[in-house]
């Protein structure tokens, strides 16, 4: 059966125009001002009068499978796919990360069959480069050719997925000579250890303390550290959870040098500061992520540096734990912050959260809010114009978005498999009505009504490469 949406006003990062759109299997077949299905066969109509037709959201950082600290997060493909297209996400990129004394293609394989065949939403991978010696170069190389076209590399976590210099110069190497994307995690691995054994040391355990142990210099040094050794090699970057003003501003140092950096943030350094860890009872434990949630001075800046293109991607870093049993962890006496499994659950609620703070508040407007879910990160990880796009050819993934919707944020109503709601209590405005993946309607007004396991994983291009065809009618 084809699909058709009708009286849609259509919204991509340069157009906006009211249009229908047909849907012929899992592509989008033709767009015109008015489509005439009478030779088209069995077809269902939707209605998108007073709604807005934006291209499926992409989140460019997401953990599902994660053994972290000791445990595990929470969400499996089951509900974590499920609850991404809840939130209008079409498509999630997962940091596959290996321990340091992993194989790295038999990690690959395990990150990807936790996906394959549960997956109710498209995927696609970052490759963690936790160790580089005489067996990795063959192994990556190998993972490249099966269609992810990104590194993920860690400048902390000592000991556990951090890199050496030598194997971060070794990867930027490798990356520039395959045209992959390096993607960081950029803090200062050292001197974060010397902080949170001081701190710990005078009895500064709580939660309330995480953020003083990686503190915005800390970050700045790691992102400048970073660019080092992009401009060294010649590699491309991203920066991961960008999460303040130093950090952004050492970027930019490199950006206006030439170094190709391309900067993320994610939705909870735009909507919440440094107090939620400091909540007391140890409720901050549900707000300790890294790098930590900062001073809500930086927040401003931050929208800003959206608005202005200087920030080209909103993320999550969707790293799902229960606060009961696992964030407690790290509860004092008995523990400390060091301990607590660092994530704030969010896949779901990027896209409403961005609309209400940030559409709605007029902080950016519709055409920035599509470039930042969708587009940029499509254009970025070599799925453009296939992903991101809203043309004749491309995958059918559309979300049509209620701009009329008023809800709240609550565990008791989200999808994702976690005990607490890190936004709990939040007003939204806006939300999606019916949501597409490859033409299947998985969404209807705020319902997972898809398949599980119609997923499929994404065959991205590389830096430089021609991306791949579409067949337009």
Not at 222 to 231: I, Q
Not at 359 to 382: C, M, N, P, Y
Not at 423 to 447: H, L, N
Request: charged share 20%.
């Amino acid at each position: 059966m084809s699909l058709l949406i009708q009286n849609g006003t259509i919204i991509t990062p340069d157009q906006r125009y009211v249009a229908d759109i047909l849907i012929q299997g899992e592509s989008i077949y033709r767009i015109a001002p008015v489509i005439d299905t009478s030779d088209v066969g069995d077809v269902e109509i939707i209605d998108a009068e007073g709604k807005y037709v934006f291209p499926g959201f992409i989140d460019p950082h997401v953990h599902i499978y994660l053994p972290f600290m000791g445990t595990y997060a929470k969400d499996t493909y089951d509900s974590g796919s499920r609850a991404a297209l809840v939130g209008g996400t079409t498509t999630l990129i997962e940091m596959c990360c290996p321990a340091r004394e992993d194989d790295p293609w038999d990690a690959y394989q395990l990150w990807k069959g936790k996906a394959e065949g549960l997956s109710a939403c498209d995927y696609s991978f970052h490759m963690g480069v936790t160790r580089f010696d005489e067996t990795t170069e063959p192994l990556l190389r190998r993972i490249v050719a099966d269609g992810v076209t990104s590194f993920k590399v860690f400048l902390a976590y000592k000991g556990a997925f951090g890199v050496s210099d030598e194997e971060l110069y070794r990867t930027c190497r490798l990356a520039k000579d395959l045209g992959v994307v390096v993607t960081a995690h950029c803090e200062n691995a050292d001197l974060v250890a010397q902080l949170q054994t001081s701190l710990v040391a005078a009895g500064k355990t709580g939660p309330e303390f995480h953020e003083p142990s990686r503190p915005v210099a800390v970050e700045a040094e790691g992102v400048h550290h970073f660019c080092t050794f992009l401009k060294m090699t010649g590699a491309a970057g991203y920066i991961v959870h960008t999460s303040c003003r130093d950090a952004v501003e050492a970027a930019l140092k490199f950006q206006v040098q030439g170094v190709d950096v391309n900067l993320e943030t994610v939705i909870p350094y735009l909507v919440l500061d440094k107090t939620y860890a400091e909540r007391p009872n140890f409720e901050g434990a549900k707000y300790v992520m890294s790098p930590p949630i900062r001073d809500l001075s930086h927040q401003d800046y931050l929208w800003n540096a959206l608005r202005s293109g200087v920030i080209s991607t909103v993320a999550t870093d969707h790293a799902p734990f229960d606060f009961v049993g696992q964030k407690e962890m790290g509860k004092p006496p008995e523990s400390d912050f060091t301990k607590i499994p660092n994530g704030i659950p969010s896949v779901e609620h990027r896209p409403t959260l961005l609309y209400t703070h940030g559409v709605a508040t007029g902080r950016i407007d519709l055409h920035r809010f599509v470039e930042l879910l969708s587009t940029s990160a499509a254009k970025q990880f070599g799925m453009f114009p296939r992903k991101g796009s809203i043309q004749p050819g491309c995958d059918a993934d559309l979300v049509i978005w209620d701009p009329d919707y008023r809800g709240t944020i609550s565990a008791a109503t989200h999808t994702m498999n976690t005990d607490y709601d890190g936004f709990e209590g939040f007003p939204i405005i806006g939300r999606p009505a019916v949501v597409t993946c490859r033409g299947k309607v998985s969404v209807r007004d705020g319902q997972f009504t898809g398949t599980l396991g119609h997923g499929r994983q994404v065959a991205r291009s590389t830096k430089g490469s021609d991306v791949d065809s579409m067949a337009t009618p």
